[in-house]
């Protein structure tokens, strides 16, 4: 017997996320400099060095240090410093201006009570880039949990990231495009909540795709149970 999967009234459109880097010109050559930068420079620059590092970097190990942290332990040699950068739980953040508040109070606090050793060798100055992203359309489209199955096994790794990672600061609370959707148009509460539950940032962008599909398979396969798998 077929089975008829609800009918959401707005689709889901699978959106692909590019990021191109810019350079800003600004450079710091020692942490009082650094931090006086960190305070002004754009939301993109602190993304860049944040969310942009762990996007290409997830393979180092499950929670991969930041630029910031990298540029403090290997140009300033202040490893206390770069241990408490790199402690910076990233995903808990809804918001990049949080994000920023959080890594400027640590550089504040760790100068108020390390007096800052001056500038770092010629050629390791921290340089200031920031990333400039484009959401493009993808032919790919979901009307029902079905169809939501078969675009998460087609659509590119840069679409996983867009609806699930850069979705976590562009609407601020945490919640990811998937989740969202699931739950407004299929009423589908504890798979949006699956989804939910899933730390980014402790899977590649393939296996965190992977994971995806499971857990919305296995809800297809209670559907098709009938009302005791349901």
């Known amino acids: 017997m077929t089975v008829s999967f609800q009918k959401a009234r707005h689709p889901f459109f699978f959106s692909t996320h590019v990021d191109l880097t810019e350079l800003t010109g600004l450079r710091a050559r020692n942490l009082r400099e650094f931090l006086a930068h960190l305070k002004t420079v754009p939301g993109a620059v602190i993304y860049h060095h944040t969310h942009r590092f762990l996007k290409q970097h997830q393979y180092l190990s499950p929670e991969p240090p930041n630029d910031f942290a990298f540029w403090a332990a290997e140009a300033t040699q202040e490893p206390h410093l770069a241990e408490r950068l790199a402690a910076v739980d990233t995903v808990r953040f809804s918001s990049i201006r949080t994000l920023r508040d959080r890594i400027v109070d640590i550089v504040e606090s760790h100068l108020r009570q390390s007096p800052d050793r001056g ?74 909540r699956a989804f939910a539950r899933l730390d980014p940032y402790t899977h590649t962008l393939e296996a965190l795709r992977r994971r995806l599909i499971q857990l919305t398979d296995r809800r297809i396969r209670e559907i098709q149970a009938g009302p005791h798998g349901a």
């Open 119 to 192: 500038n770092v060798a010629a050629g390791a100055e921290f340089y200031f880039m920031k990333s400039v992203s484009f959401v493009l359309p993808t032919p790919h489209r979901a009307v029902d949990l079905g169809e939501f199955a078969e675009a998460l096994k087609k659509v590119s790794l840069h679409a996983i990231y867009h609806h699930v990672f850069e979705a976590r600061l562009r609407l601020e609370d945490g919640i990811n495009d998937f989740s969202r959707w699931l739950e407004a148009e299929l009423g589908e509460t504890e798979l949006a």
